[in-house]
C-alpha cells in the first residue's frame, strides 16, 4: 500500500513539539506516511503578514488529511490567526464536525462530545455601528442552517447507533435561545425518528456544567452547537484527565476533502522548549487521524499504548515530552 499524504501543520509554541512526537508514534505504529510540513502560524504571520494564503489553502485540499499542532502566540492580536487560519481550514474544507472523545476509566467516563464546527455565533455574522463612540452597537448572530444542524445531528445518531450504549444527549439552551434552539430540538427529534434504537435526553448547556463534573459517566454521545461545544469540551478535558490528554477531529464526513486532526490544547508558550508539554492529546488525534484513514489497527494499538500510561503500575514517565513519545512509541 503506498504511503498516505499527510500534511503537518506544527503551528506556534509547543504545537511542532507535541506533533512531531505524535507523527514518531504513528510511524513506531506502523503507518506509512508521506508528510510535508507547512510553516503557518503566528511566527509565520509575524515574519511575512501572512496567514493562508489560497494557493497554499488549494494545496491542502489534495492530501489524505491534515495533522494540526498548536497556533496562537501572544504578539498576535486575538481573531487573526484563528479566524484566518485555524476557523478558515474548518470552513474552508467544510469540517463539519468536531469531534472530542473523553475517556477516563478512574471515573468510567466514556464519552464523546460532537461539536457543531461550520456555523453558530462562529460564522461571524454581525458587526460595529459607530464603533469608538459613546454610542457604539457591536452585534454577534448566531448563524444555523436546517442542513448544517441536521447533518451534525445525523452524524451523532449515527455515531450513537454504533456504540454499545445507544444513547446521544442534545446540549443546547432552548429555554433562552428560543430560535436556534428551537431549529436544534426539532430537528433532533425529527432525526430520531430515522433511528429509533438509539435513546435520548435533553439537557440544557449551564445543567450539562454541572453534570460533566457531578456525574459524567451519564453521557455516551453529546450533540451541541459551535460556541457549547466549544466549552463543553474545556470542561470535557479538566474532569478527565486533564486538556493534556484531549484531541480532536475535525471531520469532512462527506470525504470531498482531508479531515484535520489537533490536540484541543493551545500553543502554552509559556513552556515552549521546557519539555513539560503533554504529547498525548496530540498523539490521541493521530489514533484519530490513522482511524479515519483506515489504519484502524495501527489506530487502536495507538489508543492502548496511550491508555497504559494512564494506569499508573505501568510505570510510564510524566515527562519530558520526548520520554513520553518515546515509551509510547516503544509499545505500538
Ligand atoms: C478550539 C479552540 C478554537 C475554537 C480557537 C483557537 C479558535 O478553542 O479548537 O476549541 O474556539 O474552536
Ligand atoms: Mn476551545
Known amino acids: 500500500m503506498s504511503a498516505h499524504k499527510i500534511a503537518v501543520l506544527g503551528g506556534d509554541g509547543i504545537g511542532p513539539e507535541v506533533t512531531s512526537v505524535a507523527l514518531q508514534v504513528m510511524r513506531a505504529a506502523g503507518a506509512s506516511l ?17 496567514v493562508l494564503s489560497d494557493s497554499v489553502l ?36 467544510d469540517l463539519y464536525i468536531n469531534q472530542r472523545p473523553f475517556v477516563w476509566p478512574a471515573k468510567n467516563i466514556d464519552m464523546i462530545v460532537i461539536r457543531e464546527n461550520t456555523e453558530g455565533t462562529y460564522a ?17 448572530g448566531s448563524v444555523n442552517t436546517r442542513m448544517g444542524v441536521e447533518r451534525c445531528i445525523r452524524y451523532a445518531f449515527d455515531l450513537a447507533r454504533g456504540r454499545l450504549r445507544q444513547h446521544l444527549t442534545l446540549v443546547h439552551k432552548t429555554n433562552v435561545l428560543t430560535f436556534s434552539g428551537d431549529l436544534w430540538q426539532r430537528t433532533f427529534n425529527e432525526v430520531h425518528g430515522d433511528y429509533p434504537d438509539v435513546a435520548t435526553a435533553y439537557n440544557h448547556i449551564d445543567a450539562a456544567c454541572i453534570y460533566f463534573v457531578d456525574s459524567p459517566t451519564r453521557y455516551d454521545i453529546i450533540v451541541t452547537d459551535n460556541l457549547f461545544g466549544d466549552i463543553l469540551t474545556d470542561l470535557g ?4 484527565g486533564g486538556v493534556g490528554l484531549a484531541s480532536s477531529g475535525n471531520l469532512n464526513p462527506a470525504r470531498t476533502g482531508p479531515s484535520l ?14 519539555g513539560k508539554a503533554d504529547p498525548r492529546a496530540a498523539i490521541i488525534s ?47
Do not use: C
Not at 510510564?316 to 518515546?326: L, N, V
Open 124 to 140: 461571524g455574522e454581525g458587526g460595529f455601528l459607530r464603533k469608538g463612540t459613546p454610542h457604539e452597537v457591536a452585534t454577534q
Open 237 to 240: 478535558g479538566a474532569v478527565s
Open 58 to 93: 488549494e494545496e491542502l485540499r489534495g492530501y489524505d488529511a491534515i495533522m494540526l499542532g498548536a497556533i496562537g502566540t501572544p504578539e498576535v492580536a486575538p481573531g487573526i490567526l484563528e479566524r484566518g487560519l485555524l476557523l478558515k481550514l474548518r470552513f474552508e474544507l
Open 261 to 274: 486532526f489537533e490536540p484541543v490544547h493551545g500553543s502554552a508558550p509559556d513552556i515552549v522548549g521546557t
Open 34 to 50: 508521506d508528510t510535508t510540513e507547512y510553516d503557518l502560524g503566528g511566527r509565520r504571520y509575524l515574519k511575512t503578514g501572512e
Open 286 to 332: 493521530g489514533a484519530l487521524l490513522l482511524d479515519w484513514i483506515g489504519e484502524s489497527a495501527a489506530a487502536a494499538r495507538v489508543q492502548a499504548a496511550v491508555d497504559a500510561t494512564l494506569d499508573p503500575a505501568n510505570g510510564a514517565p510524566t515527562g519530558p515530552t520526548t520520554a513520553i513519545g518515546d515509551w509510547i512509541a516503544a509499545r505500538v
